[in-house]
């Protein structure tokens, strides 16, 4: 697992390197503007619903309009630290889904950009079939579809581990890591699709080399952070350096084979 966990954090700077040797910087671009709108709007509404459901809050306890100068102060504090505390929660919980809106808005964009990224690994060329490219951005979603609700449940399990001794203090971490390796699950996947694996064959291929899921999605998460940048190019590299990882990875274990 350590070295499908060092394969899978080195391939950004290869995914770098070949997007910028193969001119793929249109392929970057694209889903990286389309990211950049998905976040603004729904940053945007968050803002304006977190000071509706403050508001709502300050008027269901009978703070909502006072003329008390004392108790004006105390519900000007008050209203801060809601407005505060909703926006926290909902940019926690926007990054949550963040990776299954990118995975099912822009799937048409991360498959045309996983067929090049294999093409220029295996020098294999890749016939563009309407039909399969359909199958293609279905299967991509229904696998995004599913691995939300199986994260879901994994993540409740372990919040409710939380108040538990010493299992409770390691639960962040775990839960870190569970939202990383299914980040990288589906960047895998497309690739592993190119490969002719089934949704279950892909899975258990997955599950194997969960190493290399969890620092693709590690390493998503470092470059999202980045103001703008980490928007523009986080999706993209994403992509590449799970193809790049996975082709890396079976060469290795051809080579333990002979």
């Not at 290399?212 to 992509?239: D, E, K, Q, R």
Request: hydrophobic letters at 55%.
């Amino acid at each position: 697992m350590f070295k499908d966990l060092i394969t899978g954090a080195k391939t950004y700077m290869d995914a770098h390197v070949l997007i910028r040797d193969n001119k793929l910087l249109g392929f970057v671009l694209i889903p990286g503007i389309i990211n950049l709108i998905i976040f603004s709007v729904t940053i945007i509404i968050g803002w304006e619903y977190a000071d509706r459901i403050t508001n709502a809050m300050l008027e269901l306890i009978g703070w909502g309009n006072s003329d008390d100068p004392d108790l004006g102060m105390l519900n000007s504090i008050i209203q801060l630290f809601f407005m505060i505390l909703f926006r926290l929660i909902f940019i926690v919980f926007y990054l949550y889904i963040y990776k299954y809106i990118v995975l099912i808005i822009m799937s048409p964009v991360m498959a045309v950009l996983a067929d090049k990224a294999n093409e220029i690994l295996t020098g294999e060329k890749s016939v563009f079939v309407l039909k399969q490219f359909i199958s293609d951005v279905l299967r991509g979603i229904v696998i995004a579809v599913r691995n939300l609700f199986v994260e879901m449940a994994i993540l409740f399990a372990l919040f409710l581990f939380t108040a538990i001794p010493v299992i409770g203090w390691i639960s962040p971490v775990l839960m870190f890591t569970v939202e990383f390796f299914f980040y990288g699950f589906s960047m895998i996947d497309y690739t592993n699709e190119r490969k002719g694996m089934s949704v279950k064959e892909s899975s258990s291929y997955i599950y194997k080399h969960k190493g290399l899921a969890i620092a693709n999605g590690g390493m998503f998460y470092l470059m999202l952070i980045v103001p703008i940048v980490g928007l523009l190019v986080a999706p993209s590299y994403g992509v590449v350096a799970a193809a790049i990882a996975a082709h890396e990875t079976d060469k290795r274990n051809n080579l333990n084979r002979q």
